[in-house]
Every structure is written in C-alpha cells, then in structure tokens.
C-alpha cells in the first residue's frame, strides 16, 4: 500500500520515482495522473492569480 501512495505522489507532483509501472493499463493510469496534476497545478495559480489581481 505505501509502494502506491508513493508512486501516486511522486507521479502527481512530477518527482522522479524509483517506481516504474508495469502494465500497460498502468501506465496509462499513470499518464492520466501525471496530466491531472499539471492541470490542477496550473488552475491553482491561475486561481490564486485572479485573487491577488482582484484586491
């Protein structure tokens, strides 16, 4: 259980991992994540952004 939350972090936050996937499903899994975290990453500042311009 901790090997995945480990490999789910370090893909999330686009840190290098010692943890490779391996099946194809995983990967894809994988790629998902990792696109899933640059958006949320991009809405963040995006977001605090329009906040700061605001005041």
Known sequence: MWDSFYFSATTFTSL????????????????????????????LVAILVKRTIRD
């Not at 943890?19 to 998902?32: C, E, P, R, T």
């Not at 696109?35 to 949320?40: C, K, S, V």
Request: proline content about 0%.
């Open 16 to 43: 290098s991992s010692n943890l490779q996937a391996g099946s194809v499903l995983a990967k894809i899994l994988v790629l998902v994540e990792a696109a899933i975290g640059y958006l949320m990453t991009k809405l």
